[in-house]
T-cell receptor, first 112, second 115 residues
Framework: AQSVSQHNHHVILSEAASLELGCNYSYGGTVNLFWYVQYPGQHLQLLLKYFSGDPLVKGIKGFEAEFIKSKFSFNLRKPSVQWSDTAEYFCAVNAKGGKLIFGQGTELSVKP | NAGVTQTPKFQVLKTGQSMTLQCAQDMNHNSMYWYRQDPGMGLRLIYYSASEGTTDKGEVPNGYNVSRLNKREFSLRLESAAPSQTSVYFC??????????????FGSGTRLTVV
């Protein structure tokens, strides 16, 4: 069965620190991969997505992610976080039937 | 452009009551989805509709029913609410073809409490 695993449940960083959130997936078919962000009290918004081609994907707000097929990973990175990046981050992979399977989420707290 | 509109935003039900959550999208997307979000459990798929006229069960369908009324609207019904259904419910829609799912657009959510 398809699944997504996010290893970090809660990450606490100081402003200007670098960020890397791990995401591993299992899916045997052609993968579409996504990172979503949910700010406190809001709905999920798309940060970036990978369909094919360049495995390094750039998204909004300075975020990027790298697809490593051999490791079944799609880690999210940002060189320098800001207090406004405090949110919950979800990795997702497409599944059979067009559904998205989401990871459990990683809560990011950035201290000013 | 409203995107995905969910109503209501908040609801409190008594155990055993019924209600319908409404969802409409104006992006001409063919696929629509209902998820519930619970702390520490991420988003779990309740039901989805890959295209108008079709619906399928997701990961946690028990206690729910859905109706894909037309291409725009996809409603979720709780026939007899239980406290375990206390959650935040999100509707989403997406454009997809045989190869790609182009990602979801989410509604703003419904916070449901069953007492």
């Amino acid at each position: 069965a398809q699944s997504v695993s996010q290893h970090n449940h809660h990450v606490i960083l100081s402003e200007a620190a670098s960020l890397e959130l791990g995401c591993n997936y299992s899916y045997g078919g052609t993968v579409n991969l996504f990172w979503y962000v949910q700010y406190p009290g809001q709905h999920l918004q798309l940060l970036l997505k990978y369909f094919s081609g360049d495995p390094l994907v750039k998204g909004i707000k300075g975020f990027e992610a790298e697809f490593i097929k051999s490791k079944f990973s799609f880690n999210l990175r940002k060189p320098s976080v800001q207090w406004s990046d405090t949110a919950e981050y979800f990795c997702a992979v497409n599944a059979k039937g067009g559904k998205l399977i989401f990871g459990q989420g990683t809560e990011l707290s950035v201290k000013p | 452009n409203a995107g995905v509109t969910q109503t209501p935003k908040f609801q409190v039900l008594k155990t055993g009551q019924s209600m319908t959550l409404q969802c409409a999208q104006d992006m001409n997307h063919n696929s629509m989805y209902w998820y519930r979000q619970d702390p520490g459990m991420g988003l779990r798929l309740i039901y989805y509709s890959a295209s108008e006229g079709t619906t399928d069960k997701g990961e946690v369908p028990n206690g729910y029913n859905v109706s894909r009324l037309n291409k725009r609207e996809f409603s979720l019904r709780l026939e007899s609410a239980a406290p375990s259904q206390t959650s935040v419910y999100f509707c989403a829609s997406s454009a997809r073809d045989s190869r790609f799912n182009y990602g979801y657009t989410f509604g703003s959510g419904t916070r449901l409490t069953v007492v």
